[in-house]
């Protein structure tokens, strides 16, 4: 007890001493809470985020493994296009692994190309905004795609409201009749109306032609890029898009030989059961080269980047911080011993023996840490949220202007890309994107009240805990080096 | 009885080293005032931190109450059963004179209610005032200091008291008032009290001189002989 005593006494008899050792603790134990509450915000807010995302997933082909991972040789693009077309799952596969426990919906779509008799197609430069870069078609290639979607929620475009109807109706959903919607784009291009019909052929044998009815004609409402980016079915964007029911268009592939690629969207409750689907597709004989992919997590995870690149910073400051704090304290203790040799050599003469006076000293530095990190946690935990969010606009408006600097993304999902080629337009995207369900960055910076919570507490602890070791390491070791005959014989 | 044993103690401060004490033998009771006279370098201050188990023998060693000082606990031998003075006080700087006594009472784990009281009391008993008693024990006179440092030794009833130079930095009246106190625990409180002195007056006034002769030049074992 009395050691105890002497300890805290001994802290107000060295004010001076104990003050700088306080101060150097208090900027350590602050500039942890920051940095740690900016860690805590970012993976709070990643899990939330993820927690109200509605993610839907798709099978895709990994071209690396499909083509053989081990080749050195460089395949042809005929030969991607074979091993693609080999690799397509078909819409039976599709729906054998949306009975899975996991999936909560399934749907999907098929894309086909065609040429059409009496129509002209939109080109990018009439403003329809056709973009497409270059990669696989797996398909022939024709002036017009031809999307049929399984159900109206496949049709993500309208239910998220990037287009909607503007004249006469959408198609019956699961209809197998040849109806369509065209784009206004489309329709003001070859002045169409609804109930006109329009003659397609197939890209590939221009002497198998079908008809469908236009029963209506909708326009893009949301902004392109959302258009393009929401989502792998995507395609209102392109104006030579012609919508209509999927069992229509496959029909039409019967009748006309089109071929016709099917893509499947799963539905996932939440984020565990999205991780959960791949291993169980691959329990139920998904070949390995199949993987699952989520745009909807990439959008999320390329919107939480600014935050990700603020943790990141946060978690290299604190270390950063913690080695030279660490450091200094080890040295002032050093010195501080040093300095205090005289007393250790008095103690130590009339009968302290040295694990006590270095329990004295450890008191000494226990107590005047732990007030210092309480002080810092505390004003640390007050000043988290505002530093959290200013340094959060600020990473924003700095990713805002690099993405002005690319000139924005010069991208569109075509319906013969593959996957990769989704992948490398994607890479191109700005970060100003917005998954399903999931908030905008600028909602995640509002949403970021409260950064310092008991973990941060727990780790700011640990990390006090760690100093006082370091420190009080650093006193034993002086304590125990020390002889008392020689402190005292060499007294300067 | 002897209530501490020199035997055949040898001591050098680097092995093979030149032995500044070499087979001594002594032997020491209570109720005594013993005073260890020679020339500077002699090795008396030596032989006082052997006492005070500051230090080990090379060869041989001290018992005190028939227990051989370097094989117990050492810190508790000179918190419980030696009182050092130092020639230096070694008092703690930061402390106030009070603080410096119920430290060294606290180290022996004496068990009293009221610690300060008692401090207090021997202090005053010693001579200080009540003025001084609060003071940081730098702002003391050095015979202050040097009260100070015997109320610590005494506070928690040692049975041997070690001096070394106690009156070396102080004036003739202090030097007196110093010895009477000596006197007091070898004769009234039975102590058992080893100075170390060039003080013609206080190895007048011990019951026992030993001198220590400059072993340099010794070859064969050395008893030291009580000088009455």
């Known amino acids: 007890m009395y050691i105890f005593r002497n300890a805290m006494a001994n802290i107000k008899r060295s004010k001076g001493r104990s003050v700088l050792f306080g101060i150097i603790v208090f900027i350590i134990a602050l500039s942890a809470c920051l940095a740690l509450s900016v860690r805590q915000a970012a993976e709070t807010t990643r899990a939330e985020g993820l927690k109200n995302l509605s993610i839907t997933g798709s099978i895709t082909l990994d ?40 999936v909560k919906s399934f749907y999907y779509t098929g894309t086909a190309s065609a040429n059409a008799a009496r129509i002209d197609a939109v080109s990018s430069s ?180 600014p935050l990700n690149n603020l943790s990141t910073y946060a978690w290299y400051f604190l270390m950063i911080m913690l ?46 840490s732990i007030v210092a990190i309480m002080l810092g946690g ?115 | 009885m002897s209530l501490m044993k020199i035997d055949n103690m040898s001591f050098a401060y680097n092995t093979g080293g030149r032995k500044i004490l070499e087979h001594v033998n002594a032997e020491f009771e209570e109720g005594k005032i013993y005073a260890l006279v020679g020339r500077s370098g002699a090795g008396k201050t030596t032989l006082l931190s052997l006492l005070a188990a500051l230090t080990s ?23 419980s059963d030696v009182g050092i003075v130092f020639q230096n006080y070694n008092l703690l700087p930061k402390m106030n004179a009070v603080e410096n006594v119920v430290l060294s009472m606290d180290i022996a784990g004496i068990d009293l209610p009221d610690k300060k009281k008692r401090a207090t009391e021997l202090l005053e008993s010693l001579g200080i005032a009540e003025y001084d008693l609060k003071r940081p024990v730098l702002q003391l006179s050095g015979g202050q200091q040097q009260r100070v440092a015997m109320a610590r030794a005494i506070s928690y009833e040692p049975p041997i008291l070690l001096a070394d130079e106690p009156t070396g930095n102080l004036d003739e009246k202090t030097e007196k008032e110093i010895m009477r106190i000596f006197d007091d625990m070898a004769h009234r409180a039975g102590k058992c009290v080893i100075i170390v002195t060039h003080s013609k007056q206080i190895a007048a006034m011990a019951d026992v001189k030993i001198a220590i002769e400059d072993l340099n030049n010794r070859e064969f074992q050395m008893n030291i002989p009580p000088v009455s």
Not at chain 1, 279 to 296: F, I
Not at chain 1, 363 to 368: Q, S
């Open chain 1, 63 to 102: 071209m690396d493994k499909a083509i053989g991972e081990g080749s050195s040789k460089r395949p042809s693009k005929s030969e991607m296009k074979k091993n693609f077309q080999a690799g397509q799952l078909s819409l039976t596969e599709l729906k054998k692994y949306s009975k899975l426990s996991s």
């Open chain 1, 126 to 305: 009439d403003g329809g905004g056709m973009m497409g870069g270059p990669g696989i078609r797996e398909q022939s290639s024709g002036d017009f795609t031809i999307t049929g979607y399984s159900s109206d929620e496949a049709m993500t475009q309208f239910s998220e409201g990037n287009a909607q109807i503007t004249k006469g109706k959408l198609f019956a959903e699961g209809t197998d009749e040849y109806t369509c919607v065209i784009s206004n784009t489309l329709a003001k291009y070859n002045d169409l109306s609804v109930g006109d019909t329009i003659k397609l052929t197939n890209p590939d044998d221009s002497g198998k032609t079908f008809k469908v009815r236009v029963v209506g004609i909708y326009k893009q409402t949301g902004s392109s890029q959302a258009g393009q980016q929401s989502g792998p079915h995507m395609t209102g964007s392109d104006p030579n898009n012609i919508l209509m029911s999927y069992n229509a268009l496959a029909g039409i592939a019967k009748n006309s030989d089109l071929d016709v690629y099917t893509r499947g969207t799963y539905s996932f409750a939440d984020y565990s059961s999205y991780q959960k689907f791949e291993s169980q597709a691959h329990k139920a004989g998904l070949d390995d080269k199949y993987t699952v992919e989520s745009q909807d997590i990439r959008n999320y995870e390329r919107q939480l980047a």
């Open chain 1, 323 to 368: 080695v030279i704090g660490a450091a200094v304290l080890l040295i002032l203790t050093m010195f501080s011993i040093r300095e205090r040799k005289y007393e250790i050599g008095v103690l130590a003469a009339i009968g302290m023996n040295k694990n006590k006076t270095a329990r004295q000293f450890i008191y000494e530095i226990a107590a005047v």
């Open chain 1, 378 to 492: 505390i004003i640390g935990s007050l000043t988290s949220v505002p530093v959290t969010n200013a340094l959060l606009s600020a990473t924003a408006g700095s990713a805002t202007e690099e993405s002005f600097d690319r000139g924005g993304p010069a991208n569109g999902e075509q319906p013969g890309q593959t996957p990769s080629d989704d992948e490398d337009q994607n890479d191109q995207s700005s970060s100003d994107v917005t998954a399903k369900g999931a908030p905008h960055m600028q909602d995640y910076i509002d949403s970021v009240t409260s950064a310092a919570n008991f973990t941060v507490t727990l780790k700011l602890m640990l990390i006090g805990l760690a100093l006082i070791a370091v420190s009080g390491g650093a006193a034993m070791a002086g304590v125990m080096k020390y002889d008392p005959l020689s402190i005292l014989t060499t007294r300067d």
């Open chain 2, 57 to 79: 023998p090379s060869e041989g060693s001290i018992y005190v109450n028939g227990k051989d000082i370097f094989k117990g606990d050492t810190y508790r031998y000179r918190s």
